[in-house]
């Protein structure tokens, strides 16, 4: 490990740029053209730079492989699982220029996760040019909608993770210490509406069945199906209803997040949504919606590549540590599998999602040599 640490030192201005240059080439997930362009400049960077093969599958999302030393001598398969899609609608670079400041490199989707893409591509270089001998063929597949809820791409995930023996993925690590996500919250979401009966509220006020008084009381018995001693959270996020103050509202909606952390739960709390009923019988009440991302639990499987994972950090002098986390991932569908799914590799920083988003360059070349790591297991 130290000789793979030692290279990955020596190519840390290396990673810097091909993460700069990612980052320049803005990939909003709301934007086929933009997804288009990263898509097909990365397909040529990777083969040319990367020796690698880069299928495109539909949905834009990319699949790519890797002539690797000693691959032909074993079998199985390990599936490096990311995506390229960002939260920053296009132009944001021009506020949040991608710079190297302060021992960090910042920028939007620096660390969400083009910098854990481009580690996971120098890992694979370490690997060959230090002659590793690799006991499974490597996968790299790049997910183009993630951000947006993975709709497209899950099936591929899904299929790829079932022909693999495990699963690394390569979203950012948790705080700055950088811990490995071997549990992740399930995620979901309901959508409640109300109609009630329009009426004047001065003129005919008793006529009327305010669908916006009927909701509120609702979202007081939703929220008491919160558990936080099992892990179960439910927040009404976003509520809307009523037309005017003088008019008695006929409808009123509400987008209500769930998480759990545990599946066995998800069925109990979906049964208390549709079990809801108006507590003013002139109103009606639709509940849609549900469980999107089933929850990674921490398995015996996801504990032994842990061990692992902490094995290769004590070679390199490094603490590695674990983390569960609220937030969902592609993980999240691999691991439901039963597939044993490793979260959290990529870069180490803060702020995703946020202004502030950016990745500690002194972190680069240790969590390059873990993922190199980890494609070379010595026990599974």
């Known amino acids: 490990m130290m000789k793979t640490l030692e290279w990955a030192r020596a190519h840390v201005a290396e990673t810097i740029e091909l993460i700069q240059e990612m980052v320049r080439i803005e990939s909003p997930s709301d934007d086929p053209a933009a997804l288009g362009r990263f898509a097909s400049w990365f397909r040529g960077m990777a083969e040319e730079r990367f020796g690698a093969r880069v299928k ?73 040019e230090l002659e590793t001998k690799v006991p499974a063929r490597v996968l790299l597949q790049l997910n183009a909608d993630e951000e ?102 006929a409808e009123a909606t509400a987008h209500v997040d769930i998480r759990i952390a545990k599946l066995r739960d998800a069925k109990p709390l979906d049964e208390k949504f549709r079990a809801l009923k108006p507590f003013d019988k002139r109103c009606s009440i639709q509940v849609e919606g549900g469980l999107n991302r089933p929850p990674m639990e921490r398995t015996k499987g996801v504990a032994r590549w842990f061990r692992e994972a902490e094995r290769r950090g004590r070679e390199m002098e490094v603490e590695v540590e674990e983390s569960a986390t609220g937030g969902g991932s592609d993980g999240n569908f691999t691991a439901a599998l039963g597939v044993p799914t490793l979260d959290g590799l990529g870069a180490v920083g803060e702020g995703a999602h946020a202004a502030n988003e950016n990745m500690l360059v002194d972190r680069i070349a240790d969590r390059v040599a873990l993922l190199a790591g980890l494609l070379t297991p010595s026990s599974e």
């Not at 890797?66 to 132009?91: A, E, K, N, S």
């Not at 021009?94 to 580690?119: F, I, N, Q, S, Y």
């Not at 992740?184 to 003129?203: E, P």
């Open 56 to 128: 495109t599958a539909r949905g834009g999302h990319l699949l790519c492989e890797f002539p690797l030393p000693g691959r032909r001598r074993y079998g199985g398969r390990i599936l490096i699982l990311g995506h390229y899609d960002t939260v920053w609608p296009m132009g944001t670079l021009t506020r949040m220029p991608c710079v190297e400041r302060d021992g960090r490199l910042w920028g939007p989707g620096v660390l969400d996760m083009k910098g854990g893409v481009a580690l996971a591509l120098m890992a694979v270089k370490a690997l060959r």
């Open 148 to 249: 947006t809820g993975s709709h497209s791409s899950r099936a591929l995930t899904e299929k790829n993770a079932l022909a693999s023996r495990a699963v690394l993925v390569i979203e950012p690590g948790t705080g700055l210490s950088g811990k490995l996500k071997t549990a992740r919250k399930g995620v979901g979401d309901y959508h409640i509406r109300v109609k009630g009966r329009a009426s004047h509220a001065g003129v005919d006020f008793e006529a009327g069945a305010s669908a916006v008084l009927e909701l509120s009381r609702q979202l007081l018995k939703v929220a008491e199906f919160t558990d936080i001693a099992k892990g179960i959270t439910v927040n009404p996020g976003v509520v809307a209803g009523g037309t005017r103050s003088n008019v008695v509202a």
